[in-house]
Nanobody, 117 residues
Framework: VQLQASGGGLVQVGGSLRLSCSAS????????IGWYRQGPGKQRELVAS???????VKYGDSVKDRFFIFRENATTAFLHMDSLKPEDTDVYYC????????????WGQGTQVTVSS
């Protein structure tokens, strides 16, 4: 299984970015796709996740009403981030859960998001 995460970058306060996560390596596609973030010395926290069919969506408290996650298909999801704040600066990691066994998950390489004030 391979995950391709992209879309990070540098943006000013109040700006927007869109992250994408695309997974490959399973003919069945994948279950829940999520984004997590973790900076130096911080605990990893859930940013947002979306179920396979898109019917179940979760957001971290700090990003509710600013971020929006949506599923394109069985292998790809996007995280649209609006009204970005300096505290959103972090490394964002994509995570996908196996559709065959939800105890198995995979992580992508991190993508840096930097919000400048």
């Amino acid at each position: 299984v391979q995950l391709q995460a992209s879309g990070g970058g540098l943006v000013q306060v109040g700006g927007s970015l869109r992250l994408s996560c695309s997974a490959s390596g399973s003919v069945f596609g994948f279950g829940t796709i999520g984004w997590y973030r973790q900076g130096p010395g911080k605990q990893r926290e859930l940013v947002a996740s979306v179920s396979r069919g898109g019917g179940t969506v979760k957001y971290g408290d700090s990003v509710k009403d600013r971020f929006f996650i949506f599923r394109e298909n069985a292998t790809t999801a996007f995280l649209h981030m609006d009204s970005l704040k300096p505290e959103d600066t972090d490394v964002y990691y994509c995570n996908v859960i196996s559709v065959l066994d939800d105890r198995i998950d995979y992580w992508g390489q991190g993508t840096q998001v930097t919000v400048s004030s």
